[in-house]
């Protein structure tokens, strides 16, 4: 086995996230160069991982632009909501009108047959 | 989730205004730090964060909490930043891939910087801006944020596979650049 054919695997067994076969491992435990490319992944990965606790602080106004677009798109939610109402409102109406109307008919109609019916 | 910021998820959630307003307060800071290595400059990072954070504000009831808030907060600034950075890239007709720094001024190369940890991470956040956007996309969010494989997939509209294979070529590409001389007597062996 070449150092070639353990090297793509050599960042992904730094991590954990896949483990060297037992010829690869037996390559890697003879071979300098490739000891010494995987003690170079750790040392990126753990500077990596270092970095997640550190927090860079914008420039100031940041804060106040993300609140005022939120307060924005709050007022526009609220908006089409009203308007959404409204139009269930309309709709609610003009349908309880439709109803009205055609119970109102049925009645109509059923007292019409009746008053035939008596003549 | 820190119990202060689950409260405030939750009252957020009930339609409380200002609770949203404080988390905002509490992360927009590192929401804000991801952007930045994610896009490479400030006034990038600046539009991403402030579309994260509508994003968030509209979705927040499909926010289930069994996350944690600030990794929920990861991904959408992260697909927020894949989506800025695509549309400038279409704008300036740039290619997203193997962009190459044209001087090459790694501090790697500059034995003062090659002491200790310190020196090392700033090597790294110098490496990580010279690394291609979606290579760079890939390893922050996985070796910085720890997010999944199927996350980072998600989030970037990309293959689990292209972001293991991208994953690769991130970190093989900071190695080389973190030690260069090494890298290269490596390469000269074979």
Not at chain 1, 31 to 42: D, I, K
Request: hydrophobic share 45%.
């Amino acid at each position: 086995m070449q150092c070639d054919d353990v090297a793509d695997d050599l960042a992904a067994a730094a991590d954990g996230s896949m483990l060297l076969g037992r010829n690869e491992r037996r390559h890697v435990e003879r071979c300098l160069r490739c000891q010494a490319e995987l003690v170079q992944y750790r040392k990126v990965l753990r500077a990596m991982r270092a970095m997640r606790t550190e927090v860079l602080e914008p420039a100031p106004g940041l804060l106040s632009d993300i609140l005022a677009n939120i307060e924005a798109a709050g007022e526009r939610r609220a908006i089409r909501s009203m308007i959404h109402g409204h139009r269930a409102a309309y709709l609610g109406g003009l349908a309880a009108a439709t109803a009205a109307g055609a119970a109102g008919a049925i009645v109509f109609a059923s007292r019409a047959r009746k008053l035939r019916t008596a003549s | 989730m820190p119990q202060d910021v689950a409260h405030l998820v939750t009252a957020a959630r009930d339609g409380d205004r200002e609770a949203f307003d404080e988390l905002v307060r509490v992360t927009y800071a590192e929401s804000f730090t991801l952007a930045l290595r994610l896009t490479g400059n400030e006034e990038d990072a600046r539009d991403v964060v402030q579309e994260a954070y509508i994003r968030a504000f509209r979705g927040l009831s499909r926010f289930r909490g069994d996350a944690q808030f600030s990794t929920w907060m990861y991904r959408i600034t992260a697909n927020c930043a894949n989506t800025h950075l695509v549309k400038r890239n279409k704008h300036r007709h740039e290619v997203l891939d193997d962009v190459e720094p044209v001087a090459d001024d790694r501090p790697a190369n500059d034995p003062q910087l090659q002491t200790d940890a310190t020196a090392l991470r700033h090597q790294l956040t110098v490496a990580l801006e010279t690394l291609p956007p979606k290579l760079r996309q890939v390893v922050v969010l996985r070796d910085i944020y720890d997010l999944s494989h199927e996350a980072i997939a998600a989030e970037l509209g990309i293959s689990e596979t292209a972001a293991k294979v991208r994953l690769h070529r991130a970190r093989k590409k900071l190695r080389e650049d973190l030690f260069p001389r090494r890298a290269q007597e490596a390469a000269d062996a074979v």
